[in-house]
């Protein structure tokens, strides 16, 4: 069966330092992959998704940045971290496009910068 | 461009009372609908989908039926849990297009 992990589960991070936040998946082969953000008291918002190694796509323009530098694996990143960089992250992953498919999230990364 | 709208929380019910989350939609063609669920402190689980019109998807008691005409996917439950305790939201995704599309949820207080 597959599973996706996320770590840290917490973080704090004080304003202006640098941010890496990983996610893997298992059971699974060239799985899409994204990563949202929830902000408190409201709803999800799509930061990136990719279809293959290498490769990502960017829905908001904003201070992270995201990449896959292997098939199972998607990295959410920052250099300076702001903060309205706080928020709940999670990964999910799908097989195909989510025009069908069901998206299966990790537990998120709690994030809170000072 | 394509859009969830739901009811705003926090809805607060007695256990065993009936459950009505209502979710409209807009959408430039026929999406696929989902209900999500998020327990406190957890990521988000599916709770059930549907992908054309008049589908109806149903899961752990919960209900929704896509419905066209009236653009909504509203969820039901006859009988609610304290267990059920938790936010809802619901989604929508255009086929061909890789990204869901997420109301702000709602939040769900079932007490004793």
Known sequence: SQTIHQWPATLVQPVGSPLSLECTVEGTSNPNLYWYRQAAGRGLQLLFYSVGIGQISSEVPQNLSASRPQDRQFILSSKKLLLSDSGFYLCAWSEGLAGKETQYFGPGTRLLVL | ?112
């Open chain 2, 1 to 112: 461009g394509d859009s969830v709208t739901q009811m705003e929380g926090p809805v607060t019910l007695s256990e065993e009372a009936f459950l009505t989350i209502n979710c409209t939609y807009t959408a430039t063609g026929y999406p696929s609908l989902f209900w999500y669920v998020q327990y406190p402190g957890e990521g988000l689980q599916l709770l059930l989908k549907a992908t054309k019109a008049d589908d109806k998807g149903s899961n752990k008691g919960f209900e929704a039926t896509y419905r066209k005409e009236t653009t909504s996917f509203h969820l039901e439950k006859g009988s609610v849990q304290v267990s059920d305790s938790a936010v809802y939201f619901c989604a929508l995704s255009e086929p061909g297009y890789n990204k869901l599309i997420f109301g702000a949820g709602t939040r769900l207080a079932v007490h004793p």
